[in-house]
């Protein structure tokens, strides 16, 4: 069973649940009376995405894009973009909503992109960030929680495409990745 892969929970589903409250609340009082493009970086970020969309009064569009950097735990720096979003965004105020910040590489790649569209903002939350393992400079306007230097899974955040369903964030056991 998945469950017991686990080493030990970081984060309970209701914590994540209240985080992403607040964070939507702050970002609805930042965005006052403005329209958001809120853009959900597949697959990670889905149920992060859609936990803090509920949160944010305000009218907003929502679109996807998937990219491609991971295999397994070891990040290659390499950015592809698998499929990109539906519709021009200049002038358009537009978030992006990633799972974790690691390297800074997948961010970085995507606010670059994104820019040259000239939106009217472009700002990033992220649910999770480890600074600790920063390669390229990268910063989040809105983090949920700052994590160490493990490798996480749940909530949307895999390991081999496995655990994305697991409603925590938990730290995976070592031997589940080293074998
Ligand atoms: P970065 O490009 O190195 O910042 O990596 C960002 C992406 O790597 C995230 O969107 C995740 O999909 C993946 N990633 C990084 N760290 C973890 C982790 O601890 N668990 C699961 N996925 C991770
Ligand atoms: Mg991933």
């Known amino acids: 069973m998945m469950y017991d892969d686990i080493e030990k929970i970081l984060y309970t589903e209701e914590q994540i649940k209240q985080r992403?409250?607040?964070l939507g609340q702050q970002i609805a009082k930042d965005y006052?009376?403005?329209?958001i493009v809120m853009v959900c970086i597949l697959r990670g970020s889905c149920i992060f995405?859609?936990?803090?969309?509920?949160?944010?009064?305000?009218?907003v569009?929502?679109?996807f894009i998937t990219v491609s950097s991971y295999c397994s735990t070891n990040t290659s720096g390499?950015?592809?973009?698998?499929?990109d979003i539906s519709k021009p965004i200049q002038g358009e105020n537009v978030l992006i909503v990633e799972d974790i910040i690691d390297t800074g590489y997948t961010l970085n790649y995507l606010k670059k992109l994104l820019?040259?569209?000239?939106?009217?903002?472009?700002k990033v939350v992220t649910l999770l960030d480890k600074p600790s393992r920063r390669l390229?400079?990268?910063?989040?306007?809105?983090?949920?929680?700052?994590?160490?230097?493990?490798?996480?899974?749940?909530?949307?955040?895999?390991?081999d495409q496995k655990y994305r369903n697991y409603p925590h964030i938990g730290v995976l056991k070592k031997e589940i990745y080293s074998s």
């Open 115 to 122: 820019l040259a569209r000239n939106p009217k903002s472009l």
């Open 49 to 59: 995405f859609a936990e803090l969309v509920k949160h944010i009064p305000n009218y």
């Open 20 to 22: 992403a409250k607040e």
């Open 32 to 35: 006052a009376g403005e329209t």
């Open 136 to 159: 390229v400079e990268c910063e989040s306007d809105y983090v949920g929680f700052e994590v160490p230097n493990e490798f996480v899974v749940g909530f949307g955040l895999d390991y």
């Open 78 to 83: 390499e950015v592809r973009l698998i499929s």
């Open 61 to 63: 569009e929502l679109e």
